[in-house]
């Protein structure tokens, strides 16, 4: 069934809510367990989730080719997720997500080379625009008194935006050749399996108390992952990569609510190019649709 290109807009949109949503549960867990034993728990959590959702009805296992994939965005994803993560609980919410707006910008051109799209120019100045939102939420940070910590942090989240420009692409390209339960069961699997290598040496039991958090974080992020790989079969990633910037309106908000991270003037400005660079985006006309099943 084809859908419009501004539903499938949408439902990226949909999905980076969900995701950054999971962030606030993250950072609350990792201030309190650590990036590692959070990240491992949340993961082996939706390896069982989505396990349940995507074995009972799939049909064969995944090609030579698509497994290849598979094991490297998992890969890819581990590391982005231990670094971020990391940053996440020694920067504010919104700092570490303005951080990561630079993988979308990258994620354009990177598209162009490995997926050979072309760059349409409206998605060049929607990319251009939001990042000028970005901009404008740097400039304010850099009026914050200097915080050792808070630059390890900063190097962490940006070391984690390169990963993440890298995982858009492949996105992509894991959506085309597999459907989003496979997706999320696999990117679940994969990286458990990777964070478990270090489980005998790093890996801690949680308190019981973290257990209902550390599942409802799994879930958001099982949910995410089914909707952004049902956005990306049918939309192309210089299409939807600028839906990204629409975190940082979740992370502001998470932040004030959770942590009482407050909400600057530079910040609310940026956040108004970032709206305006994705409804630049979202105007685009004639975008070809890749069909996969759900």
């Known amino acids: 069934m084809s859908r419009s290109p501004a539903f499938v807009f949408f439902v990226a949109v949909l999905g980076i809510a969900v995701f ?4 606030a549960i993250m950072k609350s867990l990792v201030l309190q367990l650590g990036a590692y034993d959070t990240l491992l728990w949340r993961t082996l959590a939706g390896t069982v989730l989505t396990g349940l959702i995507y074995l009972p009805r799939r049909t064969a296992w995944p090609s030579r080719a698509t497994m290849r994939v598979h094991l490297i965005r998992g890969a890819v994803s581990a590391v982005m997720a231990v670094t971020f993560f990391w940053g996440l609980a020694r920067v504010p919410m919104a700092q570490a997500i303005a951080l990561a707006f630079i993988a979308p910008l990258l994620a354009l051109f990177g598209a162009a080379f490995v997926l050979k799209e072309s760059i349409p120019r409206r998605a060049i100045v929607a990319s251009l625009v939001a990042f000028a939102g970005v901009g404008v939420i740097m400039l304010g940070q850099a009026t ?3 915080n050792p910590d808070r630059f390890r942090g900063t190097v962490a ?3 984690s935006a390169v990963c993440y420009a ?7 390209q894991q959506a085309l050749v597999a459907g989003p339960r496979e997706v999320a069961f696999f990117q679940s699997l994969i990286v458990v399996v990777i964070l478990g290598l270090g489980a005998p040496f790093l890996a801690h039991v949680p308190d019981v108390r973290h257990a209902l958090p550390l599942v409802g974080a799994a879930t958001l992020a099982t949910v995410s992952l089914m909707l952004l790989a049902w956005a990306y079969a049918r939309g192309e990633a210089n299409y939807l990569a600028p839906t990204e910037y629409t975190g940082f309106i979740w992370a502001s908000l998470w932040g004030w609510v959770v942590f009482s991270e407050p909400v600057a003037s530079y910040t609310l400005a940026g956040a108004a190019l970032i709206i305006t660079g994705c409804l630049i985006a979202a105007r685009r006309r004639g975008q070809e649709n890749v069909e996969a099943a759900f």
Do not use: Q
Request: no cysteine; hydrophobic share 55%; glycine share 0%.
């Open 20 to 23: 950054s949503s999971m962030d």
């Open 144 to 146: 914050s008194a200097p």
């Open 157 to 159: 989240v940006l070391l």
């Open 166 to 172: 890298y995982n858009i692409v492949l996105m992509r």
